[in-house]
């Protein structure tokens, strides 16, 4: 089939080599491949696996690299592995690294790779993830001191940078740079934390619970400045809309991500570029049932919120990656999970399951000043949509995650419950 067709692969791909077959290909080298691997191994234990990555790394978790990786000299690539190496031999996984792909060929069923050799599949799992977003592009963005953080290089560059730098500006009120932030003020550092919103998280938080956030870090030293956006960054200093300078001896950007829907683009199955690759209740795209996505690039239906979305998390990836391998390998099992989110900053730890824009209606059990609460997130007829709980004992907050995912399956009002339903 290939030797018919070669003219007009070559066209499109340029020379190649036919060189490799297998019945099952992964790309992309983080937790929601290895979950596939895995899914496909409990379903199939002899079909051929292939992982290719372009990471020149085996697999690796990315929580942990904002975390204690950042503070803690110690930590190694194995620290945050996904699986130790020999879990792949063990399992028959075969990992290409720093390898990337340069197209599909969706007709003939193989992927073409940048040195020029192609890889036939039966099955093929898009688990491409996303890409760090850097400052807007100017001449002066330029040199050591300027980092985003998406891979465990950009970490280690990180922590060996905060050797020598004292004053430390960590740009982005999501999930990663109030992470950043506390563990480098954790190590001592000057830290300022920049972000263009009223409070930290503010894409989901109440106003009660951004105030407790933006009042807990200035309690821990960080010099916390909102409402301010960006207008010019050179190697020692940025100015912000009020014109005022922030001189700095690291810099780190933590404002988003891109997905990575450009193999998805190139073969022609949908996607959206803000929301990911679409693909059905079983993570297989309607386009092509021979292609799969899982993880921040996978653009899902979501029963239990009632919406189709992209999910941009640890364990959200993890989940997706075991059902896509899982149906790769002949079952059929729908993705069916309430979001789960978590992190960790100074000594709190935070844990959240569902999801709600919708801050205007919530209910408070505990109190923000002990920084020991649950806080329920209605939508506008009271059903409970969110809820998320800070402790600074994280074995607590285990128990309430399941008891919230268990309310918010059962699509309870709010107004019927107490903090006796949580104790």
Not at 260 to 266: D, G, W
Request: charged share 25%.
């Amino acid at each position: 089939m290939l030797e018919a067709n070669a003219k007009r692969i070559t066209q499109k791909f340029g020379e190649i080599n036919l060189a490799d077959k297998t019945k099952y290909l992964i790309i992309g080298g983080g937790v929601a491949s290895v979950s596939a691997a895995k899914g496909i191994r409990d379903n199939d234990p002899d079909g051929r696996v292939l992982l290719i990555t372009a990471d020149p790394l085996m697999p690796y978790d990315h929580p942990p690299l904002s975390k204690d990786f950042l503070s803690n000299p110690e930590m190694t690539h194995d620290d945050v592995s996904s699986k130790y190496d020999h879990w792949y031999d063990t399992n028959k996984i075969e990992v290409k690294l720093a390898t990337r792909v340069k197209g599909v060929d969706r007709r003939n069923h193989f992927v073409i790779l940048e040195n020029g050799d192609h890889v036939e599949y039966e099955k093929l799992l898009l688990a491409t993830g996303s890409r760090a977003n850097p400052l807007p592009k100017n001449d002066e963005q330029r040199g050591t001191n300027i980092h985003t953080l998406r891979s465990f290089a950009d970490a280690s560059s990180i922590r060996e940078k905060l050797k020598t730098a004292k004053k430390v500006v960590v740009l982005g009120g999501g999930f990663l740079g109030p992470e950043v932030a506390s563990q480098c003020r954790s190590t001592g550092h000057e830290v300022m934390l920049l972000t263009k919103a009223a409070h930290i998280w503010d894409k989901f938080a109440s106003p009660g619970l951004g105030a407790f956030l933006n009042a807990y870090y200035r309690g821990q030293g960080v010099n916390l400045v909102e409402n301010r956006t960006v207008t010019s960054v050179f190697e020692d200093k940025l100015f912000t809309s009020d014109n005022q300078p922030h001189p700095y001896d690291l810099l780190v950007v933590c404002v988003g991500v891109t997905l990575n829907y450009e193999l998805a683009e190139n073969c022609g199955i949908s996607f959206l570029p803000d929301d990911g690759i679409k693909v059905d209740e079983y993570l297989q795209s309607p386009a092509d049932p021979d292609i799969y996505a899982a993880g921040d690039v996978a653009y899902f239906r979501d029963f239990v919120m009632d919406k189709e979305w992209h999910l941009e998390h640890h364990l959200n990836a993890q989940w997706q990656g075991a059902v896509a391998g899982a149906n790769m390998a002949g079952a059929r099992i729908p993705y069916d999970k309430v979001p789960y989110f978590f992190s960790d900053f100074f000594d709190l730890h935070m844990i959240l399951r569902g999801y709600s824009d919708n801050a205007a209606h919530t209910t408070l059990f505990g109190s923000f000043e002990s920084a020991e609460f649950i806080e329920l997130y209605a939508d506008e007829t009271g059903w409970l949509k969110m809820g998320l709980a800070i402790s600074r004992e994280e074995k607590l907050l285990d128990p309430i995650s399941d008891k919230l995912e268990e309310l918010i399956r059962k699509k309870v009002k709010v107004s019927d419950l107490s903090p006796a339903d949580f104790a």
